[in-house]
Structures are given as structure tokens and as C-alpha cells.
Nanobody, 121 residues
Framework: VQLQASGGGSVQAGGSLRLSCVVV????????LGWYRQGPGKEREFVAT????????YYADSVRDRFTISRDNAKNTVYLQMNSLIPEDTAVYFC???????????????WGQGTQVTVSS
């Protein structure tokens, strides 16, 4: 199973980006999916997760009401829509897949390679 993230870039504060992560090798209907991020000099932190059936989502407090996670099983893809971006959102964003029903754990079974998001003030 491989996860291929894309969609990162540079944006000014207040802008938006949409990250995508394509899962290759197995249908994503078997997995809970999520996103983590790692900012400069910081530890990797949880951002958002969506359950296997797509009905439940959960967000870190720092991104709730600004970010939206979604999945498209037909495209084997998970998305992260990021609005109202702030400089503190600057990080490498990693997608993750877990053999779980409700959401990704702290140690997901699979990681993507990461995509850089830079937000300037």
C-alpha cells in the first residue's frame, strides 16, 4: 500500500489549499484515513481523521472550523480542504491510513511521503 500526497504550496494568510492523497495498492474502503503535520522544529501532530465509512470526522482544536477532511472511495483518495490559513499552519502534511474503523491512531499502519504547505503573513 502506497499513499501519494499532493496539493501543497505557498499561500498568503487567509488563503486556501486542498491537499489530496491517493492510495495505491488497495481499496481505501478498508481503512480509516487521516492527516498529520510537522512544522519547523516541531513534532508531528494530528490534524484530522475520517472513519472507514466516512460518516465520522474528528479534528485537532487548532484546525476545527477551518479544515475539512473528506474521502472519495471511488477515486481511492482522501482530501483535506484548508481554509483561512494562518502562518502557524506552515508544515509538511502527511496523509495516513489505518486498519481501523473509527479513525487513524497515533501510529497509523501506512504513511504518505508528505507535501509542504507554507503560509506567509
Amino acid at each position: 500500500v502506497q499513499l501519494q500526497a499532493s496539493g501543497g504550496g505557498s499561500v498568503q494568510a487567509g488563503g486556501s489549499l486542498r491537499l489530496s492523497c491517493v492510495v495505491v495498492g488497495r481499496t481505501i474502503s478498508s481503512y480509516a484515513l487521516g492527516w498529520y503535520r510537522q512544522g519547523p522544529g516541531k513534532e508531528r501532530e494530528f490534524v484530522a481523521t475520517v472513519s472507514r465509512n466516512g460518516l465520522s470526522t474528528y479534528y485537532a482544536d487548532s484546525v476545527r472550523d477551518r479544515f475539512t477532511i473528506s474521502r472519495d472511495n471511488a477515486k481511492n483518495t482522501v482530501y483535506l480542504q484548508m481554509n483561512s490559513l494562518i502562518p502557524e499552519d506552515t508544515a509538511v502534511y502527511f496523509c495516513a491510513a489505518d486498519n481501523s474503523i473509527s479513525g487513524v491512531s497515533r501510529r497509523p499502519d501506512y504513511w504518505g511521503q508528505g507535501t509542504q504547505v507554507t503560509v506567509s503573513s
